[in-house]
């Protein structure tokens, strides 16, 4: 017993909040499950290959070059985001007893759950590497940028997560309405169909859609082999850094409120 | 009868503490939470529109502390009272960081471990080991550190066999172990505990507590305490604060303050009351062990059977009446037959004949037995009563639970054996309290009783008929339930009545106990008092004979209510020629020790 074990640094501390906040997330989500972790694989191949199945045979205009692999790395990406958001929203309200009884840094709480998904997106990279082998797609330098992109859109969730995790605080509705809004924002973003199929118009819209970004950025390293270009790298930080101060804002405005609502 | 409890101060009684040059660990200054409860239970957008239409946002503030200071320095224990709701947990709360005061500060000089709530964070899938380990992250342990004590935490909570098993699988008072475990393993600077150790066992009660003595004693851990056991505080604390509805009321040596807190916590009453038992309680006389009497056994057939056998301790009696505890009005109408016959009242319980008091009946081997029994309830002890092998007479008064055709019952039994006098005794149901204060009246006077009672009302002219033919004349009513009918029909038909009530209802006791006391001669006579609350009047079911033997009356106070107890003190202290003994019936349940002192104290 020794008095000294408080003065290790505040961030290691918080750090290690993080990792045993994400461990209990990670042990919780596989306890009890034969396969396990596997699900993380084979999920998102199972969704790709019911997907693929349902648009190429029933709708026969898709003709795309690997058009499963284009579904499997549009709909990971963007599970990582929305799985992100939707666990970061709920993360305060669902520690309402450590909030209101631990002095803690209620951050660590959306943090480690963008952590979480992240992990699980981790993961699921393998479902894409077997696709990628399955199509005999040869992966080139360009693969490097998927560090940068991951980044990119961890920022950028949890912006959005932080947001959305004070509104839910003060009013639960944006519980409901967030799940409807996630799902609108896949069909608004071209991850289950080409991008071709946009009109000009839409075309247009889209450039203000970040998810667009990222998934055609996901898809340009991984499927088509093209180096992304510094416009494009500096759009997609523009938009993980502006979410991110408006989210990080928000939060730090009111998280001393939160005990008297959770 | 909504009172309100006393919430301003009483005036602090800081010794000067010039040679205490000990840190300042905690320091609260003018602290204020103010609670929006406009907006508490806002859950929705559109709750949120209307109040924001109705600018009804933001205002309906409720103040859960107003403006407490205290400071707590190194090595204080420091104990916090107060009722439920009064704020401690908030106080307690904003001292370890997780609360923003609305007003004021609240200065902390080292490291925190908070035991606010043992296991927040716990979650029910993860097994123990995994939970401790979380558990110690959430408190700011670091990994190595957990680590390196697990052992420790572990033989703590005694769960070595289980370490592997989800929490779900765990009974509360084992989650609570580890948590305790978990949360003490080191050695803070300020240890906050609030209501922690009323979880678990007692053993692991005690051993929490000695490991909340072993950070003070041999690491002189700050502390601050939260706990509704005033006995407690009372052991581990140096100083405590007593806070009421948010407000500070008393700060200082813990002894002193847990004894008035004790005797004033969560108490309604005027601040007249108040200061009246403030004065009690600062009156330092010296009390004798043997200053009162008590009357008390473990329950309430058993002190019925106590007193009787210390009245009837010389002589024998050949009558008793029993009567079923379910409800007074069998004692009540047993009290008047009882006093004819010279006989003690035991009530009882419907499925048995307590031992003592079958000890009792097998010294004196009464000849009659009178069993009372509105509704039928105890068929059970009345056969056993049957079965006693030296057949005593046992007269029935059972029925199907209609009071007055019971009182019309007993009364008819009196007439026929020419036991009553020329006065009787109208009560109503309702009202308990003042039936139980005229007892000892009832039983000296032998007074045939009749009862009404909302659900069966006594027709008053059936009821004039039946004294009428038995030549009554004099009635007198206790309580104000009484039909006032039944007074008009009894002056009417000449009859002389008076009714004995007054409010409110302590009052009422006061005033039948008193009028008893000056009605009476031949000098000093025992005070019997019992507590007047709801659940324990059944103590006082024993004290009509006990005050009609020892010439006098009984005394019924509410300690919950300081105009009660004050008004119980000024009574004791007016009647010092009439009373010559104290006798408390039922125990520590029934008034506690601090009550009986400070009516020995008036009566000095």
């Known amino acids: 017993m020794t008095t000294t074990t408080l003065s290790n640094s505040r961030a290691q501390r918080n750090w290690f909040i993080i990792t045993s906040l994400v461990t209990k997330d990670f042990k919780l989500k596989y306890r009890r499950s034969v396969l396990g972790v596997f699900w993380s694989v084979l999920n998102p191949l199972l969704m790709m290959i019911v997907l693929a199945t349902v648009f190429s045979y029933l709708f026969e205009r898709f003709e795309l070059e690997n058009f499963p692999l284009y579904l499997i790395l549009g709909q990971t990406l963007y599970s990582f985001m929305s799985e992100a958001t939707q666990g970061s929203m709920v993360s305060i309200i669902q520690s309402a007893p450590l909030v209101k009884k631990i002095r803690i840094e209620k951050m660590l709480f959306p943090v480690s759950k963008v952590l979480f998904s992240l992990l699980n997106f981790t993961i699921s990279l393998i479902a894409v590497t077997a696709v990628m082998l399955f199509f005999k797609v040869v992966p080139t330098f360009n693969l490097l940028f998927l560090p940068l992109l991951l980044a990119y859109v961890f920022v950028f969730s949890l912006g959005l997560g932080l947001l959305l995790s004070t509104l839910s605080v003060f009013f639960r509705d944006v519980v409901h309405i967030w799940s409807v809004v996630t799902m609108a924002w896949m069909y608004a973003t071209p991850i289950i169909y080409p991008v071709e199929l946009l009109r000009p118009w839409m075309m247009d819209a889209m450039q203000f859609n970040p998810m667009y970004h990222y998934v055609t950025y996901f898809r340009e390293i991984v499927l088509w082999g093209t180096t992304p270009g510094l416009a494009e790298n500096l759009l997609c930080l523009m938009f993980a850094l502006v979410t991110f101060a408006v989210g990080m804002l928000v939060f730090r405005r009111n998280e001393k409120r939160f005990i008297l609502y959770v | 009868m909504s009172k309100a409890v006393n919430t301003f101060a009483l005036g602090h009684d800081e010794r000067p503490e010039t040679d205490d040059h000990r840190e300042i660990m905690v320091k609260v200054d003018g602290v204020s939470m103010v609670f929006n409860m406009a907006s508490e239970q806002l859950n929705s957008l559109k709750e949120y529109a209307i109040k924001l239409a109705r600018r009804e946002l933001f205002f309906t503030g409720f103040k859960a502390l107003d403006n407490i200071s205290f400071e707590v320095k190194k090595g204080d224990v420091f104990g916090i009272v107060g009722t439920n709701g009064s704020g401690k947990s908030t106080l307690l709360k904003i001292i370890a960081g997780v609360l923003e005061p609305s007003e004021g500060s609240c200065e902390i000089r080292g490291n925190i471990a908070p035991l606010i709530e043992l296991g927040a964070g716990f979650d029910e899938e993860l097994t123990a080991r995994e939970n401790i380990y979380l558990n110690g992250a959430l408190l700011g342990y670091s990994k190595k550190f957990i680590d390196e ?36 393993v080191i050695v803070p600077d ?25 950070l003070i004693e041999t690491h002189g851990v700050t502390v601050l305490i939260v706990s509704h056991s005033n006995e407690q505080i009372e052991r581990l604390c140096n100083k405590v604060i007593w806070i009421e509805r948010g407000n500070a009321r008393k700060m200082g040596a ?9 005797a004033l916590g969560g108490r309604v009453g005027t601040a007249e009351s108040e200061a009246r038992v403030i004065a009690a309680i600062n009156d330092k006389a010296d009390i004798p062990d043997d200053a009162y009497t008590m009357v008390a056994g473990d329950d309430f057939c058993n002190t019925a059977a106590r007193a009787g056998a210390l009245i009837w301790k010389d002589t ?8 079923c505890g379910t409800t007074h009005i069998n ?17 009882t319980k419907i499925n048995r004949i307590s031992d003592s008091l079958s000890d009792l009946l097998a010294v004196h081997r009464p000849k009659r037995i009178l069993f009372f029994d509105c509704g039928s309830h105890a068929t059970s002890a009345l056969d056993r009563l049957r079965k006693l092998e030296w057949k005593p007479e046992i007269v029935d008064f059972s029925n199907n639970g209609k009071v007055f055709d019971l009182a019309k019952e007993v009364f008819a039994y009196g007439k026929e054996r020419g036991l009553w006098k020329r006065s009787a005794v109208v009560v109503d149901f309702a009202d308990n309290a003042e039936s139980m204060a005229a007892a000892p009246y009832v039983y000296r006077e032998k007074c045939p009783v009749f009862s009404s009672s909302e659900a069966i009302p006594l027709d008053p002219h059936e009821l004039l008929e039946i004294l009428v033919s038995a030549g009554i004349e004099k009635v007198t009513i206790f309580g104000n339930s009484v039909p006032e009918e039944v007074e008009r029909q009894c002056r009417e038909h000449g009859i002389e009545v008076a009714r004995q009530a007054s409010k409110p209802l302590f009052q009422s006791c006061i005033d039948i106990c008193e009028w008893l006391l000056t009605a009476r001669t031949g000098g000093k006579g025992d005070l019997c008092v019992a507590s007047m609350s709801i659940g324990l009047w059944p103590d006082a079911l024993a004290c009509g004979a006990w005050a009609a033997h020892r010439n006098g009356a009984l005394l019924l106070q509410d300690p919950t209510d300081l105009d009660s107890v004050a008004a119980c003190l000024d009574f004791v202290s007016r009647h010092k020629k009439d009373i010559g003994r104290l006798v408390f019936f039922g125990g520590d349940q029934n008034l506690g020790n601090l009550d009986r002192k400070l009516l020995y104290k008036a009566l000095m």
């Not at chain 2, 300020?190 to 072993?214: A, H, P, T, W, Y």
């Not at chain 2, 047993?334 to 004819?340: D, L, S």
């Open chain 2, 316 to 323: 024998k009696f050949d009558t008793v009446a029993i009567a």
């Open chain 2, 190 to 214: 300020i240890l906050i505990v609030d209501e922690v150790l009323s979880v678990g066992d007692f053993m692991f009660q005690k051993k929490c507590e000695e490991r909340i003595n072993e």
């Open chain 2, 331 to 347: 004692t009540i109408l047993a009290n008047g037959i009882a006093g004819a016959y010279n006989a003690p009242v035991f009530p």
């Open chain 2, 254 to 262: 813990a002894t002193e303050i847990c004894e008035t807190y004790r």
């Open chain 2, 149 to 184: 004590n697990f052992d420790d935490i572990v033989a703590f909570a005694e769960i070595e066999v289980f370490l592997d098993m989800p929490l779900k699988n765990y009974s509360s008072g084992m989650v609570a172990r580890i948590a305790f475990a978990v949360a003490t």
